[in-house]
Every structure is written in structure tokens, then in C-alpha cells.
């Protein structure tokens, strides 16, 4: 029991990391368009244009994640205080604070959400306007400060102990186990001081003497960010999916890899996809001898290509493929596991609801409209059970939907029948059907057993509904088709 | 060898059970019998029963596992049960035809809304609880216009 609850917890955790990141996709993409396109090394270099990249990155980033996950937590008093903590923050340290926007936003929010708890049924009347703008406010200052003056030492020590643990792996020929330092790095935003600050100048001086370095492949090889983003393309869900060939394009055309770190901070889970690509990576690498000549920059594959000294390229070319198929592949087998324990908890969560809500419901379901008699007169009496008044006009009904708990079998069921109905008739409106917790929103008509019906129109009050006691054969599928026939 | 989701070994007819529990296990008991799920698969469908019943109406019922029973699915599969006498199936829900389902990867939706529409028709309920032969049930399954 104990263990489902854990589990639950960390589902729940999940989709937080998820419910943060996800709705400012938008913001990364637009991010790296720029980035990509107008950048001194990009493919339209524009300097008036490429001064929005620095502040998109440092600011509007992190705190659109700060807001959102603080209002995650506590609506939107959440989300300012979410954003206003980190600002402190951004403003303490000197590299984007993605993860540091995770944890003040939600935390911010979370400790609104308490003082509120506190204080709130204390405040005398009239003065709630006061308490709520000033509780804020001092809160927000609080903890925006506080992050300024916390977060430099925590970065500064993080990135000293990440740049020690790459520099042990290239002092004992180790160079593959590299890349368990520097991919998580790269999402953290620590990838450059361990970049510029160890590997490039190291890399320079073998280059000075060898032609070529393999430390400049290290950080920059775009296999394992393409791996990611290509799993996300073929069996990531919603905008993730819809999103990622764009974001292929800018991260492995352009250069700009930040592009995927948003898809791995939802779920963390899948650095050990860029992990395992990178190690594979670096070992081909090592394997076939390949270097560049200087540190491609941004790391786009065009740019990695210009670098390759004569006979290298198959050793190149070949590390970031092995990379990115290895990374796919981990990354794929991520998704598919808990793309189904998602897809468990709102299952989970609707058959708790309902019983919880409904204990006594799954007797009552079976007694009135029992379709056991042959008898059709008493079946259609018992199953005309009350649909909204004044349904929907024809041309306003594109879309209907069954639900029923699970969207499993009853839903399927009834749906197969009505839709079967719809074709006799020639009507040319979907029927799908679906979960309760999962009604699209553009269902215009909402067909649900009688007992789940208001769970239905608490979900989705805009469409209509219609009740049905007998998913095999009620009435009310023969009424809606006729009012629904032209 | 992928076996068919709906196989003649999977329909049995004139069936007497007395209760809901034994109607169950028996249909459950056929797609292990078959090779369609593990043992643990029979132990979800009576736990889905208690969450929510399965019978559809029209002398109908479908039991199938939870949610999260789709791990001891080793192939979809469906199996058939009609017991003309009926069994209750809660609250004097009398079911004569039993439908066992396993369904991984929604591959079970199309037979399933085979089911669903021949057994709309209060005429073809007759005709399932009046075969002779297992092949009659297949046939009625599995041609819909």
C-alpha cells in the first residue's frame, strides 16, 4: 500500500516537472529560432535582433518556469510569488537557472499557500486587499533575496566538483565516463565553465601539437540531444511530440542544443538516454581517433563537419550517429514506460473518484433500467433516462463523445453502436469515445452512463449531455439520430 | 504463433453457472486455459467487478481486468460464454452471454464493437443464446455490415 502511494507520489512529481515545462515550449522554441538564425555564427547573423538572446534566456525563461510552477501549486498569487523568488535566483548567479526557476517557483508558491493557510481567517474585514498585496510582498522580497545570496556558492561548488570529476576521467584515459558529468552538466547550464574553463584550453594545446583534439567533441557532439528529441517525435504525446521535429531542427541544423534540455527536465529520467549517448559518443571517438580542430561553436552538425581534419570524418560522423541511436533508443524505451504509468494515474485517479464518490452507485446502476426482459416497451421507459433540455442544433454538433471510467469497454462499446447507427443514417459526425478524466474539449455532445453523467458535466459543463441507463440499446441513441438526420 | 483474438476454443456454449464470482472464473479461466493471460489476470477481473460492474445491459456482460492488469496480457483475446439461464450479475442483472475480454494495445476494439452492435439487436441476442455450434457465434462476430 505504501509502495502504490510512493509511486503515486512520484507520478505525481512528474507531472509537475512536466506541467512547468511544457506550457513555455512555445517561449524555448521562439528562443531558438532567434538563437539559430540571427547569432554571429548562425545562418542570418544580425546583431540588433540576436541582443534578444542573452535576456530571452537569463530572464524570460526562467521565470515563465518559475511562474508557472509556482502558480502550479497555488494559482496565480503562486505564480507572481513563483516569479518574484526567481528573480533572486537569476539575478545570483551567472548562468541560466532553469532548474533553480523549478524549485523556487513551486516552492515560492507553496509557501504563499501556507502563510495564507495562517493568517488569512485572522485578518480583520476590510483589511484582506492589504494583508494579500503586503503578505506578497514581503514573502516575495524574502525569498528573492535569500536566493540571491544562496545560489552563487551552490553554483560555484557544483561547478567546481563537476569540472574535478571531468578532469579525473581525462587524466586516467577514462574520457567515455566523461559524459556522466558532462550531459547532466549541459542541462544544468554548467556545461560552459567546464567547457571554457577546462576542456577547451586543454584541447587547444593538444591541438597545437596533434592537429586535433577529441576533447572539443566531448560537450558538443549533437547525437545525444538529437536522440532525445527524435524518441520525443516518434512516441512523445500532445505538444511534446508536435514540437520536437521543429526543435530537431534548431538544435541539430542550428547548434542551439538548450532547445532540448526543456524535453529532459520534464522528464529527468531521460538524462540517462543522453548519458548513454554521449558515453557511446565519445567512445566511438576514442575508438576511431577523431578529433577537430577547434571547438565548434554553436555545435551544430555543419559545424562539426567544418572542423573534422582530412580523415576524420567517418570517425565524426560516425560518434554522433552511434550517439544519437543509442540516446534514441534509451530514450524511446523511457517513454514508452511511463507514457503507461501516466496513462495509469488518470485511470487510477477517475476509479478512485469514482469510488469514493459512488460506493453505492454500482447497485443502484443495476436496478432500475435492468435490461433483462425481452420485453422493449419496460427497457425504453427505464432507459429514457433525462438528457439536457434543448440539445444542440445539428450544425453545431461535430463531435460527440462516449465516456465511461476507463474508456476501456463500455464507452467502446456504446460508441461502436451509435457511430453504426450515425452510417445508416448517413450521418457524418465522429463518435469516439474516451476516460471521463480525458474528454476533449471539443466534444459537443457527451454521452455517459447515468451515474457518471454529472462527474461528465463537472468535467466539461460547455457540452451537452446525455444520460444513458443501457449502453446496448437506449432510446436515446434512436433520438439523437433522428434529430441529428438531415 | 499469434493466435486469433477470437478462436473457436474460446466460445462455450449452454453454459450453467450459478453466481457471478463462478461466471467469472469461468470465463476468465478460458483465455488461460488459451494462453491469452496469466492466472493473476482472473484475480483483476473480480476486482474490476467490484469497482464497477461490467454488464452492459441486453443480457450482456463483459468482464475484463483493471487498468493496470494489462502486464498479465500476454495476447489479446476474447472468449465467449452464453449461459442461457442467466447468472445475476448484481442486483437482478441477468446475464446470459459472457464476454471475457483481454486487450492489450486496443487491438480488442474492433471485435469489440463488433459485439457491441450485433448485441444492440435484441434479435441477435436470441440468435447467440440459440447456437448450435460454435462456428455460428464466430460467424455472427465477425461479419458486420
Known amino acids: 500500500m505504501a509502495e502504490g502511494r510512493n509511486r503515486a507520489r512520484i507520478q505525481r512529481f512528474g507531472s509537475h516537472l512536466s506541467g512547468m515545462i511544457m506550457p513555455n515550449i512555445g517561449a524555448f522554441i521562439a528562443w531558438g529560432l532567434i538563437t539559430a538564425l540571427f547569432i554571429p555564427a548562425g545562418w542570418l547573423p544580425y546583431e540588433p535582433l540576436a541582443a534578444l538572446v542573452g535576456p530571452m534566456i537569463i530572464y524570460l525563461l526562467p521565470l515563465l518556469i518559475g511562474f508557472t510552477g509556482g502558480r502550479l501549486v497555488y494559482d496565480f498569487r503562486g505564480g507572481v510569488l513563483g516569479a518574484t523568488a526567481t528573480m533572486g535566483v537569476i539575478v545570483g548567479s551567472d548562468i541560466p537557472m532553469f532548474l533553480g526557476a523549478m524549485i523556487m517557483g513551486p516552492l515560492a508558491g507553496y509557501l504563499m499557500k501556507k502563510i495564507d493557510q495562517l493568517f488569512l481567517d485572522k485578518i480583520r474585514a476590510g483589511f484582506e486587499m492589504l494583508y494579500n498585496t503586503f503578505s506578497a510582498g514581503i514573502l516575495g522580497a524574502t525569498l528573492a533575496g535569500v536566493a540571491v545570496l544562496g545560489i552563487g556558492p551552490i553554483v560555484n561548488s557544483l561547478v567546481n566538483s563537476l569540472a574535478s570529476g571531468v578532469e579525473f576521467t581525462v587524466n586516467n584515459g577514462l574520457l567515455p565516463l566523461a559524459s556522466i558529468v558532462i550531459e547532466p552538466a549541459k542541462i544544468l547550464f554548467l556545461n560552459n565553465a567546464i567547457n571554457h574553463g577546462f576542456l577547451s584550453p586543454l584541447g587547444v594545446e593538444q591541438a597545437a601539437t596533434a592537429g586535433k583534439s577529441i576533447l572539443f567533441l566531448l560537450e558538443t557532439n549533437p547525437g545525444p540531444g538529437l536522440g532525445i528529441l527524435l524518441a520525443f517525435t516518434v512516441f512523445g504525446k500532445g505538444i511534446s511530440k508536435s514540437s520536437a521535429p521543429g526543435a530537431i531542427i534548431i538544435q541539430f541544423l542550428g547548434g542551439i542544443h538548450e532547445i532540448y534540455f526543456p524535453y529532459v527536465l520534464m522528464k529527468p529520467l531521460l538524462v540517462l538516454a543522453v548519458i548513454g549517448g554521449g558515453m557511446s559518443g565519445v567512445f566511438t571517438f576514442v575508438l576511431l581517433d577523431a578529433g577537430l580542430v577547434a571547438t565548434p561553436a554553436p555545435g551544430s552538425i555543419f559545424a562539426l563537419l567544418a572542423l573534422t581534419p582530412q580523415g576524420n570524418y567517418v570517425g565524426v560522423v560516425l560518434g554522433v550517429v552511434v550517439a544519437a541511436a543509442v540516446s534514441f533508443t534509451i530514450a524511446s524505451i523511457i517513454l514508452k514506460t511511463t507514457k503507461d504509468v501516466e496513462e495509469d494515474l488518470t485511470a487510477a485517479t477517475g476509479k478512485m473518484e469514482e469510488m469514493k464518490g459512488k460506493k453505492s452507485s454500482a447497485s443502484e446502476f443495476l436496478t432500475p433500467g435492468a435490461a433483462t426482459t425481452s420485453d422493449g ?110 | 504463433m499469434a493466435k486469433a483474438v477470437l478462436d473457436r476454443e474460446n466460445i462455450k456454449l449452454n453454459v450453467s453457472i450459478a453466481t457471478m464470482e463462478e461466471g467469472i472464473r469461468f470465463t476468465g479461466g478460458i483465455l488461460v486455459a488459451n494462453g491469452y493471460v496469466d492466472a493473476e489476470y482472473v484475480d483483476k477481473m473480480l476486482e474490476r467487478e467490484e ?67 450485433v448485441c444492440s439487436e435484441e434479435e441477435n441476442i436470441d440468435k447467440i443464446l440459440n447456437a448450435r455450434t460454435e462456428e455460428e457465434i464466430m460467424a455472427l462476430f465477425s461479419d458486420v455490415g
Request: charged share 25%; with cysteine; aromatic share 4%.
Open chain 1, 377 to 486: 416497451d419496460v427497457l425504453h421507459e427505464a432507459g429514457a433516462v433525462t438528457s439536457t433540455p434543448g440539445g444542440k442544433a445539428t450544425e453545431d454538433v461535430r463531435r460527440v463523445v462516449f465516456a465511461c471510467d476507463a474508456g476501456m469497454g463500455s464507452s467502446a462499446m456504446g460508441a461502436s453502436i451509435l457511430k453504426n447507427k450515425f452510417k445508416k443514417e448517413n450521418i457524418d459526425i465522429p463518435v469516439t469515445n474516451t476516460a471521463i478524466s480525458q474528454l476533449p474539449e471539443d466534444a459537443d455532445i457527451v454521452v455517459t452512463h447515468k451515474d457518471l453523467t454529472p462527474r461528465a458535466k463537472e468535467k466539461l459543463p460547455q457540452a451537452e449531455h446525455i444520460s444513458v441507463e443501457n449502453f446496448m440499446n437506449s432510446p436515446e441513441y434512436d433520438k439523437l439520430t433522428q434529430r441529428l438526420k438531415k
Open chain 2, 51 to 117: 469497482m464497477a460492474t461490467t454488464f452492459m445491459g441486453n443480457s450482456l456482460a463483459i468482464p475484463h481486468g483493471t487498468e493496470d492488469a494489462k502486464a498479465n496480457v500476454l495476447q489479446t483475446g476474447i472468449s465467449v460464454v452464453t449461459v442461457p439461464e442467466g447468472v445475476d450479475f448484481g442486483g437482478g442483472n441477468m446475464a446470459k452471454i459472457l464476454i471475457g475480454i483481454a486487450g492489450k494495445n486496443n487491438e480488442h476494439l474492433d471485435i469489440l464493437s463488433n459485439i457491441a452492435i
